[in-house]
């Protein structure tokens, strides 16, 4: 009997940016790397550059730094289990300031891009939504811009925020030793199983709620606590905590081990996830933090993390090793395997 | 492992934990620990008896992905390969099947269909790449999508999956559904394919890990003949990651001892005789017909299609399209070094693709393994690709005290 190839067609590379290149892994870091930053600038050494790729940018001021981040939000649905957009584009912002060491917010900007035809209602709640959220964060929105396009232009609402803060220390997202330990604020993987359920129908949005929360606090006290023990922070949003621990060790001679019975999972979610047969440590968490943190600052942290009202089911996920660099390593308590960073968009406009 | 009835609540629980009990039941590292151990034992009895290592066969995605998402190969001993067989219907729908549905589709038919399909290329373009081009396709969760869809129009619905979900398509059509409602069947059968496997020359696989969910509908008893006739043992399992275990510990203890009988290990789902309600469903709409499975071979009775009472439902009949002119030519380069057939017949893993990972990935699939979601390359690719990891400690202290 002969076997024969699968003959299937290839296909070539694309000369146009696709859904992938949005998506937060390999995709979007290559289009950044190749196209965005061509011609970016340098900064100091000291300094956080766009050529860092980190959540934001540092530059020096006095003896502390300015930090400074911009993020463009465009969930479907714009209302969703546990916030909305207006709410969500406040939290990435004041999120990615905080977890640059910036928990000293002066000042936001919002840009509002609206369609034609947009409910005013539900504009009025997204504002309120997003007053409540800049007043819970402790960031002032100063100024702002308003654009309305042509029906079928936009879906609906985009909305894009930017932030200044002020750090001491710059806590960059890569600054891994082999033997920290990795400290999850949290559940993961609650907004996007909660917008992925919302919009599959799926009956299940009771239970299954966005985490959707400004970490200001939080970090700051982490910060409190832990001090210069404290070595790397990310928000794992898009890309979820394997993106996020992925990123961490990007370019370093580092791997990450990771214990799966200690990553704290609420049940609707666990529940969720086992139904639609999606990992939660790949989809995007919008109120939680990854500190990678010296061993020694390891129960200072964990303690002042779980005194905060976001912070109590705060927990040891794993340690940074000098085993499979570059890779993150998954003990699933049956055996081993690796966690991938998804690629491709298998949960479009999460953020 | 006596696992008890679904559900239950093992002695020691509170009660009213039906859920987090089923999951201690099926998903205790310590008990997973304990079979290891066994697994151990018996693969050593087998090489001292057969003097080779031993190798394994399942024929199904979703073992595949219980297997991969728990790192269940880095548990295994280095002288067991478990490998995957053709447990992909997706992937084995084969070229002109697909080009029918594309035919179907550039008519102007409603053609309705899992979301696995929209991206399988036939000897041209894929479902996906027509609705692009405005072509009515619509992806349904489940047969009751498309008879809803039907209520409406006419719909073709393009059915594909092994004998589990033929038996949805076939109480469909039995169940007085709406007059526009047609049926392109590339269901297909398996217990065929595994003759074909067995009978393969050089042929490793020393037995077999039968689908439990398929084994719920057959019943165990289906295999039996094979086991007679192959000299090859047959365990029916789960999908748990001890259901898995407690099979291969069964499977390859008979491998030790030169037995080759059916071994029922997913009790508290399937029976001997199986879901008879069902066979006779199942069979009183279908027939079994010789047919290619993409990448394999033909596989005589393999391919499940509409019996001739159910002619007018059955789009192949209304709407005939001949596939050989939809051929858009030999295939390139590229799909020309794919190993997904050799894959499919568990010859190759797909670490030996040079197109693994790199050419080929879930967002550009070149062959049929890398689109389903229980194609052995997309599972791999989704767990890292790299499957034997060493057997390290566990990272973490074991707050319980329970760590080996």
Redesign the interface.
């Known amino acids: 009997m002969s076997l024969d190839v699968c003959p299937l067609p290839a296909r070539g590379p694309s000369d146009r940016i696709r859904l992938r290149e949005g998506a937060g892994g390999q995709a979007m870091r290559e289009l950044i790397q190749d196209l965005f930053l061509a011609r970016a600038v340098h900064v100091r050494p000291d300094e956080v550059g766009p050529r860092d790729m980190d959540d934001g940018a540092a530059i020096r001021l006095g003896d502390g730094f300015l930090v400074m981040t911009t993020d463009a939000h465009v969930i479907q649905p714009a209302i969703f289990p546990g916030g909305d957009i207006g709410r969500l584009s406040i939290c990435g912002t004041v999120n990615d300031l905080a977890v640059m060491g910036a928990t000293d917010i002066l000042g936001l900007t919002v840009a509002v891009v609206l369609e034609e035809g947009f409910s005013r209602a539900d504009l009025e709640r997204i504002w309120s939504s997003l007053q409540d959220a800049a007043e819970e964060a402790g960031a002032p929105v100063l100024t702002g811009d308003t654009k309305v396009m042509r029906r079928g232009e936009l879906d609906g609402i985009v909305i894009t925020t930017s932030g200044v803060g002020l750090a001491r220390r710059v806590v960059r997202s890569r600054g891994l030793h082999a033997g920290d330990q990795l400290i999850v604020s949290g559940t993961v993987g609650d907004h996007g199983l909660a917008v992925l359920a919302a919009r599959a129908g799926l009956g299940l949005e009771g239970a299954l709620l966005s985490d959707v929360a400004p970490v200001r606090a939080l970090v700051a006290a982490a910060l409190e606590a832990g001090g210069e023990g404290i070595v790397a922070m990310k928000d794992p949003t898009r890309g979820g905590l394997a993106g996020a621990l992925s990123e961490m060790i990007g370019g370093s001679n580092l791997g990450v081990l990771l214990d799966e019975a200690s990553v704290p999972l609420s049940e609707p979610v666990r529940a969720a996830a086992e139904l639609l047969g999606i990992d939660p440590l790949i989809v995007a968490n919008e109120g939680k933090v990854v500190f990678a943190v010296r061993p020694e600052a390891t129960a200072a942290v964990l303690a002042a993390l779980r005194a905060q009202p976001l912070g109590t089911r705060a927990a040891v996920i794993g340690t940074a090793t000098v085993e499979r660099p570059g890779w993150v390593v998954l003990d699933t308590g049956f055996g081993r395997r690796l966690v991938v960073e998804p690629e491709g968009e298998p949960l479009p406009r999460i953020c | 492992m006596n696992a008890g009835p679904p559900g239950a609540v093992p002695p020691g629980l509170p009660p009213g934990l039906p859920?987090a009990a089923a999951r201690l039941q099926f998903?205790d590292?310590a008990r997973?620990r304990a079979l290891g151990e066994a697994l151990h034992r018996a693969v050593d009895r087998a090489v001292d008896r057969t003097g080779q290592p031993v190798t394994v066969m399942h024929v199904c995605g979703s073992h595949e992905?219980a297997i991969?998402?728990?790192?269940?190969?880095?548990?295994f001993p280095q002288a067991l390969e478990v490998i995957m067989g053709p447990g992909c219907p997706v992937c084995v729908t084969d070229?002109p099947e697909v080009d029918e549905a594309v035919a179907m589709a550039r008519q102007g038919l409603t053609v309705a269909t899992y979301g696995d399909m929209l991206r399988?290329?036939g000897?041209?373009p894929s479902l996906g790449d027509v609705r692009g081009e405005g072509a009515p396709v619509e992806v349904v969760y489940s047969v009751a999508d498309a008879l809803a869809l039907a209520r409406h129009q006419e719909v073709v619905f393009f059915a594909s999956g092994f004998e589990t979900t033929a038996v949805a398509t076939a109480a469909a059509l039995l169940d007085d559904p709406p007059p526009g409602f047609q049926v392109l069947s590339a269901h297909k059968y398996i217990p065929p394919v595994m003759e074909?496997i067995a009978e393969?020359?050089g042929r490793r696989v020393q037995g077999f890990l039968a689908a439990g969910h398929a084994a719920t509908i057959t019943g165990s008893g289906v295999f039996e003949a094979f086991c007679a006739r192959h000299r090859l043992p047959v365990v029916v399992a789960g999908f748990e990651?001890l259901d898995i275990?407690a099979a291969l510990v069964a499977l390859v203890e008979q491998v030790a001892r030169g037995s080759a009988e059916v071994d029922n290990r997913f009790p508290r789902c399937v029976s001997r005789q199986g879901n008879l309600r069902a066979q006779e469903i199942l069979w009183r709409v279908f027939r079994p017909v010789g047919g290619r499975w993409?990448?394999?071979?033909h596989v005589p009775n393999g391919n499940l299609r509409l019996r001739d009472a159910f002619a007018h439902r059955d789009a192949r009949r209304q709407h005939p399209v001949d596939p050989a002119s939809l051929c858009?030519g030999a295939?390139?380069?590229?799909?020309?070094?794919?190993?997904?057939?050799?894959i499919m017949?568990g010859?190759a893993a797909p670490t030996d693709c040079p197109l693994f990972g790199g050419?080929c990935?879930?967002?550009?699939?070149?062959?049929?393994?890398m689109v389903s979601?229980e194609g052995t390359c997309r599972i791999w690719?989704?767990?890292?690709?790299?499957?034997r990891?060493?057997r390290?400690p566990?990272?973490?202290p074991d707050p319980t005290g329970r760590t080996a």
Do not use: F, K
Not at chain 2, 68 to 75: D, E, I, K, N, V
Not at chain 2, 294 to 297: H, Q, S, V
């Open positions: 859920a998903r590292p997973a992905q991969a998402r728990y790192g269940l190969r880095a548990s070229v399988v290329p000897s041209g074909i393969m020359p990651p275990l993409r990448g394999i071979a858009q295939p390139s380069a590229l799909a020309a070094r794919c190993v997904c057939g050799n017949a010859i050419a990935t879930p967002d550009e699939p070149v062959g049929a393994c979601m690719q989704q767990y890292g690709g790299q499957v990891l060493g390290e566990p990272l973490l």
